[in-house]
């Protein structure tokens, strides 16, 4: 195991509020965003192109809609997010899925052991955090050598240059970037290193 994290407590009370904000409005936000979300997924789907039998992570997964499709296409899907009310709406949306599981985290600090992921999904979830790059770190680092990360960076939020930089400053190699405005991010299909 690596040496301890320290985490900044500025960090911990951006964290806080968020989590409070997203615990409160977790049911209006699932109906308000339902069909700008349902567009994201879609792209992000067609650009990972998940297998049956692959294990996939969807950090900030939220209410569970890109979960409910992809535990149709893998072997197992989890879903990470820091607000307990999101991750119970996303329960009840999965309940009869016996190959999707929830588990309440940071996605900056990711409880699990490196390569595990052959698919990982970062949709709309980087803006909100203090530190994008050390999610995006974390996501490379639970990724399967040869795997694929989409991640999708809010245009209100990211540039499209200061998102190819941001992959780049953790070793992630953009395949495409997908730049469509008819969304209201940017999306990213990226893998590991060479040699990863």
Avoid at 4 to 21: G, N, T, Y
Avoid at 114 to 143: D, H, K, W, Y
Wanted: glycine fraction near 8%.
């Amino acid at each position: 195991m690596g040496p301890a994290r320290c985490v900044r407590s500025r960090d911990w009370s951006s964290k806080r509020r968020m989590r409070q904000r997203y615990d409160a409005s977790a049911d209006a936000y699932d109906a308000a965003y339902e069909l700008e979300q349902s567009a994201k997924h879609e792209a992000a789907l067609k650009f990972a192109s998940p297998g049956n039998g692959e294990v996939a992570l969807d950090i900030g997964c939220g209410p569970g809609r890109l979960l409910e499709i992809l535990a149709a296409q893998v072997g197992l899907a989890v879903g990470v997010d820091l607000s307990a009310r999101v991750l119970g709406l996303a329960a009840q949306r999965v309940h009869a899925r016996p190959n999707v599981a929830l588990v309440c985290c940071d996605g900056e600090y990711l409880p699990f052991m490196p390569g595990v992921f052959q698919t990982v999904f970062a949709i709309t979830v980087l803006q909100n955090l203090p530190s994008p790059q050390r999610c995006l770190g974390e996501a490379l680092r639970v990724m399967s050598p040869g795997g694929r990360l989409v991640a999708s960076f809010l245009r209100k939020s990211f540039r499209a240059r200061e998102a190819q930089e941001l992959l780049a400053a953790v070793g992630l190699r953009l395949q495409t970037l997908d730049d469509n405005p008819d969304l209201k991010d940017v999306l990213a299909l990226c893998r590991p290193p060479v040699g990863e």
